[in-house]
């Protein structure tokens, strides 16, 4: 794989924080996008299964 000169790289790559360029790679991606919203809609419905479904599960 050959390295890439700091000229080489978009100006909006240059200066960006590391973090900034992980987001930015992400967003990009169409499948991880999916996961990632398939993840949060797991995340929200546990969140929110007390009020889902109030009674014990095991009465």
């Known amino acids: 794989m050959p390295l890439e000169s ?3 790289r978009p100006a909006a790559d240059r200066g960006a924080a590391p973090w900034r ?3 930015r790679r992400l967003v990009r991606n169409r ?3 999916l ?3 398939i993840i ?3 995340v929200i419905l546990a969140a929110l299964a007390p009020w889902i ?3 014990d ?3």
């Open 6 to 8: 700091h000229a080489q």
């Open 21 to 23: 360029q992980v987001l």
């Open 31 to 33: 499948l991880a996008m």
């Open 35 to 37: 996961w990632l919203a």
């Open 40 to 42: 949060l809609a797991y």
């Open 53 to 55: 479904a109030p009674y």
């Open 57 to 59: 599960p095991l009465r």
